[in-house]
Antibody
């Protein structure tokens, strides 16, 4: 059974950094791309970033503007999102979600395997 | 980036009603569209993949259609447990985009 467990959320001051983690189990982690998706309180879903199965390719939403870095450690079955220069509008629940394949090609569809999310609140 | 315009943003219908939600893509996305259901406090659940394919275990009252830039999602007979927010998601390339969501309520 696929399990994804996010951690690392909390309250951060504007301009500071935070690192989120996503621990994966129940599948061969190194064979799948993984996404980060976020949801601001009371708002819709917003795709953040994706990383290919081996970490060789990363793609980001425009709003990231170089502030976030997605990475993974396949030896530890863990996905990361390093966020810096945090802003109030980064306040959201951050979900990790397993892709349906390697994500080494032209597309990387999401499936039905999501974590329960970790809340990041950016406030002074 | 591809924009997804979802409508309506909310709707209220009676139990047993047929409900339809649409998503319009800003460019051709073939059939690379999924539909998700999200209930408060929970992660999204995949209902429809690749525009018209019902995910395993999803009731047959849910269906999807469309191709290219125009897509529809239908609940043939609305049930109380269908109260939720529904999102479309395009995945034609590596930069995914969600629609804005449709909140479905019971009248």
């Amino acid at each position: 059974q696929v399990q994804l467990l996010e951690s690392g959320g909390g309250v951060a001051q504007p301009g500071t950094s935070l690192r989120l983690s996503c621990a994966a189990s129940g599948f061969s982690f190194g064979d799948y791309g993984v996404h980060w998706v976020r949801q601001a309180p009371g708002k819709g879903l917003q795709w953040v970033a994706v990383i290919s199965h081996d970490g060789s390719n990363e793609y980001y939403a425009d709003f990231v503007q170089g502030r976030f870095t997605i990475s993974r450690d396949n030896s530890k079955n863990t996905l990361f999102l390093q966020m810096k220069s945090l802003r109030a509008d980064d306040t959201a629940v951050y979900y990790c979600a397993k892709a349906l394949g390697y994500c080494a090609g032209a597309s990387c569809p999401l499936g039905d395997d999501w974590g329960q999310g970790t809340l990041v609140t950016v406030s002074s | 980036d591809i924009q997804m315009t979802q409508s309506p943003s909310s709707l209220s219908a009676s139990v047993g009603d047929r409900v339809t939600i649409t998503c319009q893509a800003s460019q051709d996305i073939s059939n690379s569209l999924n539909w998700y259901q999200q209930k408060p406090g929970n992660a999204p659940n995949l209902l429809i993949f690749d525009a018209s394919n019902l995910n395993t275990g999803v009731p047959s009252r849910f269906s999807g259609g469309g191709y290219g830039t125009h897509f529809t999602f239908t609940i043939s007979s609305l049930q109380p447990e269908d109260v939720a927010t529904y999102f479309c998601l395009q995945h034609i390339n590596l930069l995914l985009t969600f629609g804005g969501g449709t909140k479905v309520e019971i009248k």
